[in-house]
């Protein structure tokens, strides 16, 4: 053994964890020697438990961190409480309030018009994924002002619950059945996005999600102060002799495959928007700011990449706008969509006559025709807006968690 190496180096005793005090008297038959509990300790010994005693130590809990951690004996337990309000939930909540209130708006036009018009009661059930949006929203907001969440062990379980006034869920999994826990993290083009502490449990490898409020950041430091606590327990609780098998670590779980759920929502956000400029504004062209905000919001919000997914949205949009239109030809067409319509017709009519191009439609061709084609435009904007509005989104969103 080189004894110069180890006098001035930061040492404990792998049997006792007392500080060792180094020098030329405190070996014994070529071992170090521990003055606290004279246990003999060879090289390999030293080395590989300081080494391990560094990597856990070096994960410590961040100094503004509001998560509080007991232990004793036996027990575990973390307490995640609210976040509060901040900046990002004031933001949403004003979007929110805007958006909810497009809702209540149109159901109470349809509510109303299905009173003189029974066959328009069908646009009502439209109206339930919306509804549905507004309620997960507002649920999520609260949660992050008012909602605590627990992790603790109960007898043979280890409990993950969420508490928000007077509802409450829980989750519970066998002590016994606990495998390992990493800091897991979805990466955007640039940087991290969202972490969040993953617990694998069971021979299936199931999984389950610890993160604080939907709208509030768990830093890096945090994830892995975390993910190194539950690590500890099913360590301790397992009797692991090593903790380098159960040190997290960070998974990269970066997806590049289309995100449905975002497309959905890219729609459900879209259309009381677009609908709301189109009634408020002018027909047709005056939801297009609309479309770079959806990008904006989709990019932002959503872990990953997620630049196509609003894209694919505003196609569906522009799509299922010409099919209302198509189907309200059939019926009572709203005034002010009509005259509008009426005006792209003259439009149309004077750029063919330009082109000498002789074509006699009756009035319902034509309308569907100069539809068609400002869909068409509506579509080929759109697409240019809601990409610009991602690109946008993903800035900031990275710029945002370039320091995480």
């Not at 998560?67 to 004003?94: A, Q, R």
């Not at 970066?254 to 002018?282: D, H, M, R």
């Not at 439609?361 to 400002?374: E, H, M, N």
Request: hydrophobic share 45%; glycine share 6%; proline share 3%.
């Amino acid at each position: 053994m080189d004894f110069s190496s180890l006098f001035n180096a930061n040492l404990n005793c792998p049997k006792c964890d007392a500080k060792l005090s180094i020098n030329f008297q405190s070996f014994r038959n070529g071992k170090l020697v521990c003055q606290t509990c004279n246990h003999e300790i060879d090289e390999v010994e030293l080395k590989t438990y300081n080494q391990e005693k560094e990597q856990k130590e070096a994960v410590v809990k961040p100094y503004n961190s509001k998560i509080e951690l007991k232990k004793e004996n036996d027990s575990f337990s973390m307490y995640f409480p609210p976040e509060g309000l901040t900046i990002e939930v004031v933001i949403v909540g004003l979007f929110m309030l805007i958006w909810g209130g497009g809702v209540v708006f149109f159901t109470a036009i349809f509510g109303f018009l299905a009173f003189s018009e029974p066959t328009m009661s069908f646009a009502l059930l439209f109206l339930i994924p919306f509804w549905a949006v507004v309620v997960y929203m507002f649920y999520n907001i609260f949660f992050t002002i008012f909602g605590k969440s627990y992790l603790y062990t109960d007898k043979e379980y280890l409990v993950y619950k969420r508490v928000l006034f007077f509802s409450s869920s829980k989750k519970m999994i066998k002590i016994n059945e606990l495998k390992s826990s990493i800091c897991d993290v979805v990466y955007g083009s640039k940087g991290g996005r969202t972490y969040f502490v993953t617990i694998y449990y069971g021979s299936q490898n199931n999984s389950l999600k610890i993160r604080k409020a939907a709208f509030s950041t768990t830093t890096k430091e945090e994830c892995m102060w975390l993910a190194n606590q539950i690590n500890d327990f099913i360590k301790e609780s397992k009797d692991v002799t090593s903790y380098a098998e159960t040190m997290p670590e960070i998974i990269d779980n970066q997806k590049t495959e289309l995100q449905w759920q975002w497309v959905i929502t890219s729609v459900l956000i879209g259309l009381p928007i677009l609908f709301a400029c189109n009634a408020l504004i002018y027909p047709f062209f005056g939801g297009i700011p609309a479309y770079f905000v959806i990008g904006l919001i989709i990019a932002n919000w959503s872990p990953g990449k997620t630049k196509i997914e609003p894209v694919i949205g505003v196609i569906i949009l522009t799509t299922l706008s010409l099919l209302v239109n198509l189907i309200l030809l059939q019926t009572t067409y709203p005034e002010n969509i009509s005259i509008a319509l009426n005006k792209f017709i003259e439009i149309y009519q004077n750029i063919i006559k330009r082109f000498n191009v002789e074509a006699h439609y009756d009035i319902k061709t034509l309308q569907i025709i100069v539809l068609s084609i400002i869909h068409s435009i509506l579509s080929f904007l759109g697409l240019i807006l809601t990409f610009m509005g991602a690109s946008l989104g993903e800035y900031l969103q990275e710029k945002k968690y370039s320091s995480t």
